[in-house]
């Protein structure tokens, strides 16, 4: 439920601040949403105080919609931060008539990996109610090592709610090593609702079914989540799955070329450049992937000005368009000079941006800026593979790569030799190991 690579996204607040926020009177808060806020910001800074406001705050008999949303953050929290003095509250939150209150109350006690009786027992019970986030509450009974709760989970296999039903069938996975029917998970990797379709991944994840990575990396989801399921199921010593390697699959993930995605939509007719433009916006990677494909057949100096123009008023700030407007820059073949020389300083900033919500850009910046400006990137690339200057381990995987195109191009100005021995003590067994591949 919480990202940590999104958790520090308020940098001015400090935790003496964020604590007065929650003991003050509503009408002295400049938002209703400060509570939420700033409960979600005391993640920072685990310790005693931080988990005494929050505990105080889940104590709070105020039933204002701004409290509530709050608690909701808080119980979430003080899972992550491992407060074991909540769980007493936790057991009452079971029973709240807020179902959202109760789905964060069940992740957490997974995470404080609670083993109390009359809690878990209230969670099996809960799994015969309407109106539950029955996924949520399966997948904390199966991470708790529940078995009294698999007679219940069973119930959930043919549920018309394909994230409950995955829920469930990793969860007997877990339990008791069910998985004949793991199969029916690769149909859920392409329904029509994207959050279907990362559920789909979470559960071949849980399960531990490595022999789904295949179709998991075909998956029209954000790379984010395809890199997560690679790092948690790629068996160390295995070096192939069916057929592919998986230096071969993490080259496809960082590049995230739309050809080797199984979009699962269609045009009827050939969109104008401002829907298609329109459509990175959105939410659903198989649509983005749709409107990238189309968009990178048309005329880049038919598209270039649109594209700008939405870079400039909203695209620049929105992360997700943000991610597929570098895609597409890196399509360009052919560039005006004004348009070329806009790019790069695009491209040039997304690699720097230091906010947590553009790291997926700094990848797709590299090897975009690799087409357009291969000389410069040329001069960079000892930089961007320092770890030091380049925090972010798929932004220099992305550079080995940028390199192999630049050598394919005879461009490099360093040696196969020198490029080793930088990643020769990079922290990261994947960039150690892919430079070494180029010598093969």
Known sequence: MSNNRFSNIHLGLSQAEAIRILGSPIEQLDSNSDYYMAAAHLLNFPGLESESALLKLLASTDNSQP??????????????????????????????????????????????????????????ELLYLPG??????????????????????????????????????????????????????????????????????????????????????????????????????WPINLPEIAGKSLYNCLDDLIKDEYSVVNIVHCYDEPPAIDFLIQEFFGTDFSRCYLALKTLANRNFDDIWPILLDRWITDAFNDYGAHYFFIRLMGQAREWKVEYQTKAIEILLEAIVNPRPQFLKSKPAAILALAEVAPQLTAQRTVQWLDPVATLFWEARYASLLAWELLESKSLNILPLDELQVICSTDSELYIRNRALRFSS
């Open 67 to 124: 409290i509530k949303l709050a608690q909701r953050k808080a119980v979430e929290v003080l899972g992550l931060l491992g407060c074991q003095d909540c769980l007493p509250l936790l057991f009452d939150f079971l029973s709240s008539d807020d179902p959202y209150l109760v789905e964060n109350t069940a992740w957490a006690l997974k995470q404080l990996n609670c083993q109390d009786k009359a809690t878990i027992s209230r969670l099996i």
């Open 132 to 233: 539950q986030n029955y996924r949520i509450i399966i997948q904390a009974l199966s991470g708790l090592g529940a078995l009294d709760s698999v007679e219940a989970i069973r119930c959930h296999l043919n549920s018309d709610n394909s994230a409950v039903q995955g829920a469930a069938l990793a969860g007997l996975a877990i339990l008791v090593k069910e998985d004949q029917d793991l199969s029916i998970l690769i149909e859920h990797l392409i329904l029509p609702n994207q959050m279907d379709r990362q559920s789909a991944i979470q559960d071949i994840i849980d399960s531990k079914a490595y022999n789904l990575l295949p179709q998991v990396l075909s998956a029209p989801v954000s790379p984010v989540f395809k890199m997560r399921a690679v790092r948690a199921l």
